[in-house]
Every structure is written in structure tokens, then in C-alpha cells.
């Protein structure tokens, strides 16, 4: 074999590596406008869910009326999403006087899950005090749930006290 072969075939491998580094390159750049499309969003309705403005089941279960909000947080043992979000649901719920967190695991409540018509995971489910669906969907992220909280708080339709009142907070 003559050594212009061989010399063809290593311009046409480094030819190849240039044009998949490229690619690489152009595709985490996707990922990057793709994240910055979905982070802001609040949660998203996945098509299932109890309808809002219903009322929740489980009432005497949740004690929906100890709060102005009732945040139901729907998990698995086996959602990694899940498990690093509840620790940062647990910090929000502490920050406000009228929020109740209440956690259900798929592994202890599929009853539960069945009677809200929760599939998929991490689902959060917003209650007010009446026992009223005001929000659900699902949230990948912190800021999600954030998201829906503000939403929810803001709307007014939780209490007749102002809200998203924190604790700590002091009339001016």
C-alpha cells in the first residue's frame, strides 16, 4: 500500500473529528437555549390532575382548613427530581405563615395518587382552606414551584388576609 492512502485516511478522520466537535458544540448550545426556554415556566399541566376550582379529596385527611394553603407534594422513591426538591419545598413552607407543605409518596399512598389522578411525578397540587383546587401541575425545579406559589398567592382566592405574607414580616 502506498503512503498517499494512508495519508487520506488520517485527513479524513481528523475531517470527521473537527465536524462531530462542532456538532457537540451546536447541540450543547440547544440544551442551553432549550433550559433557559423551560427554567422560568411554572409548572405545567401534564393532562391529569384533579380539575381546579373542585374540591380536593382527602379533606379530613390533609386538614386543608388549618392553612390558607395547602401544598400537596405527589413523589416517588425511585424520582431523583423528587428528592431534591422536597428539602427546598420544606424551606418555602417555612417562610410562609400560610402554607402548609403535606408530602405523598407513591410508595405509601397510591390511593392517594388514584383519587387526585396523579401519574407522573413530582406533581405539586395547591389547596386553599375550603378544600378548593387552585393550582396543580407538575415541577421539575424549585422555581417552578415557586412560581405556582406566587400565582396562587397573588390571585387572592386563598384566604381574605393579604397574601404571601411572610413570616417574620411586619406592618409598616
Known sequence: MSGGIWIAS???????VVVLGLTVIALLRQVGVLHTRVAPMGVHFAGEGPDLDSSAPHADRFGYERRDLTLLAFTSPTC?????????????????????????????????????????????????????????????????????????????????????RRRGATDS
Open 10 to 16: 488520517y485527513v479524513l478522520l481528523w475531517v470527521a
Open 80 to 164: 431523583e427530581l423528587c428528592a431534591s426538591l422536597v428539602p427546598g419545598l420544606r424551606k418555602i413552607e417555612q417562610s410562609y405563615d400560610e402554607l402548609q407543605l403535606q408530602t405523598v409518596s407513591s410508595a405509601d399512598d397510591s390511593a392517594v395518587f388514584a383519587a387526585f389522578k396523579v401519574r407522573s411525578t413530582p406533581y405539586l397540587v395547591a389547596i386553599d382552606r375550603a378544600g378548593i383546587v387552585r393550582s396543580r401541575g407538575v415541577a421539575n425545579t424549585l422555581d417552578q414551584a415557586e412560581e405556582m406559589l406566587a400565582e396562587v398567592l397573588a390571585s387572592g382566592t386563598t384566604s381574605p388576609t393579604p397574601p404571601g
